[in-house]
């Protein structure tokens, strides 16, 4: 049975893992003054929002939060699908509920800069769906991230999927995914 919302929670692990290679290979964005939107940040009494603390830990304090949940840590308590942010980002990052997964990469790819980053965390094959065939062919994702230990969510413990961080640049269709194994 799928979680309330689709909530659960990314290890601060796995995030940090991923930050790692990304900033190797993305050094010019500069976390400690980019412009940062989580818009499925989650947390709750129990859980930090993970992806705001692992960029916290980075430098970086211009993040902006929401998640619908009413429980959540978020500032902004909103529907992404029906929220439209006053500025454009420079990266939006998150794990998005799996129901909403491509609507969520479409509406952050709109609310983020030209040559900003869109990263969203999702199970590896995200990629293999002929739903998704067309807007792959049109917005071939830059890198992709393979978490080669999966992470541990606090969900369902029968789950066996491979999951991987999706790396768009906004205004880049690459004809290729530059893949890495973390
Ligand atoms: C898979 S959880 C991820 C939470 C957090 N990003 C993390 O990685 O630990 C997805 C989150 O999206 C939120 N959510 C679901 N639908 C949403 C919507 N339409 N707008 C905003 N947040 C939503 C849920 O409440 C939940 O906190």
């Known amino acids: 049975m799928r979680a309330r919302q689709d ?6 692990a796995t995030v940090a893992e991923f930050f790692v290679k990304f900033q190797e290979l993305v050094p010019a964005l500069d976390l400690t003054v980019a412009q940062v939107f989580d818009p499925a940040a989650g947390g709750c009494a129990e859980n930090i929002m993970t992806y705001p603390a692992a960029l916290r830990a980075l430098g970086c304090e211009n993040i902006d ?7 959540s840590r978020a500032a902004i308590i909103a529907d992404y699908m029906n929220f439209y942010p006053e500025k454009e980002y420079d990266l939006i990052i998150t794990n998005p509920p799996f129901n909403l997964a491509l ?22 094959n995200f990629f293999g769906s002929l739903s998704r065939k067309e ?5 071939m994702p830059l890198y992709c991230f393979v978490h080669t230990q999966r992470p541990r969510f606090n969900k369902n413990s029968s789950e066996n999927a491979e999951y991987a961080h999706f790396v768009w640049k906004k205004g880049y ?10």
């Open 173 to 182: 269709n690459p004809p290729h995914t530059q893949t890495y194994l973390l």
């Open 65 to 71: 939060t929401l998640d619908i949940r009413q429980d």
């Open 135 to 139: 807007f792959f062919s049109n917005n």
């Open 7 to 12: 909530y659960y929670t990314t290890p601060l």
């Open 103 to 124: 609507d969520y990469i479409v509406t952050a790819l709109e609310d983020c800069k030209s040559g900003g980053y869109v990263v969203m965390l999702l199970r590896l």
